[in-house]
């Protein structure tokens, strides 16, 4: 399999970047294997947004791009035809948000803050087994960041925790969106649903009066017979 390029990816800017059964396995057993940046970001995939939506809100976050390219080529995250996204996202959308929150707890990390999870080195060594695993599919990979972050100055997180609330508020108003589109849908189903309710009751009336116009027709036959 080859490695995904920088042209490569500005071509496929609608596509939905999805979390891979390795990236999930990485983010339920310990995030911290990563380096920050790759695991900040692999932490705020939910599935559902497209390459250009983590390009253009997560400026504090330096060159988005390489670091989208960086998860792909480690076999963490791939990249979805929107419309087979969209359909696989609304098959298990309620499971996918459970989940999504139970990654996102705190609990999961050993009671341990966030602030620890997102800012926090890399598990010393860890991350080479994950580059070895990436090899395996992508031979020629050669990680970008492997040795563990410098601390991270405050001006520098606030920057970065800014372009997170960016992406969350996107990410909020599409689902507003979506819901609004949810309760209007199921208006119209209630609607129809009465309206069915209704032609049922007068399709009973039509054939009430259809079986009383038959015997009355019949009766005026029969009189008019004998007479």
């Given at each position: 399999m080859s490695l995904m390029t920088?042209?490569?990816l500005a071509l496929l800017g609608t596509y939905v970047v999805v979390r891979t059964?390795?990236?999930?396995?990485?983010v339920k057993s310990d995030p911290r294997q990563m380096p920050r940046r790759l695991r900040v970001l692999l932490l705020a995939i939910d599935g559902g947004q497209p390459v250009n939506l983590y390009t253009q809100t997560l400026k504090g976050f330096g060159d988005v791009s390489d670091l989208l390219i960086e998860?792909?080529?480690l076999g963490m995250v791939r990249l979805v035809e929107p419309t087979l996204a969209k359909k696989a996202?609304?098959?298990g959308r309620s499971d996918q948000f459970a989940a999504l929150d139970q990654m996102l707890d705190?609990?999961?990390f050993n009671s341990e803050s966030a602030a620890d999870v997102f800012y926090g080195s890399?598990?010393?060594?860890s991350f080479d087994e994950m580059v070895r695993v990436a090899r395996i599919d992508r031979p020629e990979f050669k990680p970008a960041v492997v040795a563990a972050p410098a601390p991270v100055a405050a001006p520098e997180q606030k920057k970065q925790i800014e372009s997170l609330f960016n992406l969350l508020e996107s990410v909020r108003g599409e689902r507003s969106?979506?819901?609004q589109q949810i309760a209007k849908l199921q208006r119209v189903k209630?609607?129809?649903i009465r309206l069915h309710h209704r032609n049922e009751k007068l399709q009973n009336w039509v054939y009430g009066l259809g079986i009383t116009c038959t015997l009355l027709a019949t009766s005026l036959i029969i009189v008019l017979f004998r007479r």
């Open positions: 920088k042209s490569e059964d390795r990236g999930n396995e990485i998860l792909v080529n996202q609304l098959s705190d609990s999961r890399t598990t010393p060594g969106n979506l819901k209630e609607a129809a």
